[in-house]
T-cell receptor, first 113, second 114 residues
Framework: SQTIHQWPATLVQPVGSPLSLECTVE??????LYWYRQAAGRGLQLLFY??????ISSEVPQNLSASRPQDRQFILSSKKLLLSDSGFYLC????????????FGPGTRLTVL | AQSVAQPEDQVNVAEGNPLTVKCTYS??????LFWYVQYPNRGLQFLLK??????LVKGSYGFEAEFNKSQTSFHLKKPSALVSDSALYFC????????????FGTGTKLQVIP
């Protein structure tokens, strides 16, 4: 079965500092990968998705960027964090077909102070 | 464009009673529909999905969902609620003729009262 690893579990960063969140996938190859942000324990906002190495689609203009340097690695970054970047960040993947369900990582709780 | 609505922010049900969490969707073509559950400070877990065929779909932990094309609904149900079912539930949709993006509902908090 597919597993997504995310780290760290929690992160507290000052405003203006850089960010790097990493997500790795086990148990499947050529997955589609996604970064979501969840605010206040509610709805999921899709930030980025990737259908392959080096292929990134951005859903919402923002202070963040994403990269996929390897098939099973997806990285979320920022050069300078804003207070509004605080939230629960979830990495997800699927096996590429539209009928495939997504599998999620455990999430990273980011607090920007 | 595709969209999902979960009209109830919270659903309260007594332990042992049947539960229903509502979901309606909108897509231009035919839908793939999904239910996920999220426990506090955790990632989402897949419960069940509708692709095609039988309108009643059975999933994990005794949950099931009924696809109703005429009402564009995909309500999640369980015959007998457990306290451990208390969590946040998300409905999601993909348009068969669409692209990779999954659209999630805003979530419904289920509270099962002992």
């Amino acid at each position: 079965s597919q597993t997504i690893h995310q780290w760290p579990a929690t992160l507290v960063q000052p405003v203006g500092s850089p960010l790097s969140l990493e997500c790795t996938v086990e148990g499947t190859s050529n997955p589609n990968l996604y970064w979501y942000r969840q605010a206040a324990g509610r709805g999921l906002q899709l930030l980025f998705y990737s259908v392959g190495i080096g292929q990134i689609s951005s859903e919402v203009p923002q202070n963040l960027s994403a990269s996929r340097p390897q098939d099973r690695q997806f990285i979320l970054s920022s050069k300078k964090l804003l207070l509004s970047d605080s939230g629960f960040y979830l990495c997800a993947g699927d096996r590429g077909q539209l009928y495939n369900e997504q599998f999620f990582g455990p999430g990273t709780r980011l607090t920007v102070l | 464009a595709q969209s999902v609505a979960q009209p109830e922010d919270q659903v309260n049900v007594a332990e042992g009673n049947p539960l229903t969490v509502k979901c309606t969707y909108s897509v231009s073509g035919n839908p793939y529909l999904f239910w996920y559950v999220q426990y506090p400070n955790r990632g989402l877990q897949f419960l069940l999905k509708y692709i095609t065929g039988d309108n009643l779909v059975k999933g994990s932990y005794g949950f099931e969902a009924e696809f109703n094309k005429s009402q564009t609904s995909f309500h999640l149900k369980k015959p007998s609620a457990l306290v451990s079912d208390s969590a946040l539930y998300f409905c999601a949709v993909r348009d068969i003729g669409g692209y990779q993006k999954v659209t999630f509902g805003t979530g419904t908090k289920l509270q099962v009262i002992p």
